[in-house]
Nanobody, 119 residues
Framework: QMQLAESGGGLVQAGGSLRLSCAAS????????MGWFRQAPGKEREFVAARSWSGTSTNYSDSVKGLFTISRDNAKNTVYLQMDSLKPEDTAVYYC????????????WGQGTQVTVSS
């Protein structure tokens, strides 16, 4: 099992920034793609960003492209999501996820961290 623990959520005004962190343990971090997803109230969970195990591939949803940046520090077994120019519609619970290799569904999930953007 891989354990994932998110941190860094909170309340921020529109236009502000937050950096989320996700610490992984229990498996070899460098063998896993890492991703961020979010779920707003009354909506389904949606993909936000992912970075491959090799670090050579990064993907973003259209809604956050150019505003959010995913990165990983393999020495610290941690993945980050830098969120800039936040909007009220970015309000959601943000989840960190991991999948072995670069195919298939994300297998492991964190508990989530709340991000609230006020207008």
């Amino acid at each position: 099992q891989m354990q994932l623990a998110e941190s860094g959520g909170g309340l921020v005004q529109a236009g502000g920034s937050l950096r989320l962190s996700c610490a992984a343990s229990g498996r070899t971090f460098t063998q896993y793609d890492m991703g961020w997803f979010r779920q707003a109230p009354g909506k389904e969970r949606e993909f936000v960003a992912a970075r491959s195990w090799s670090g050579t591939s990064t993907n973003y949803s259209d809604s956050v492209k150019g505003l959010f940046t995913i990165s990983r520090d393999n020495a610290k077994n941690t993945v980050y999501l830098q969120m800039d120019s936040l909007k009220p519609e970015d309000t959601a619970v943000y989840y960190c996820a991991a999948r072995y290799g670069s195919a298939g569904a994300f297998d492991y999930w964190g508990q989530g961290t709340q991000v609230t953007v006020s207008s």
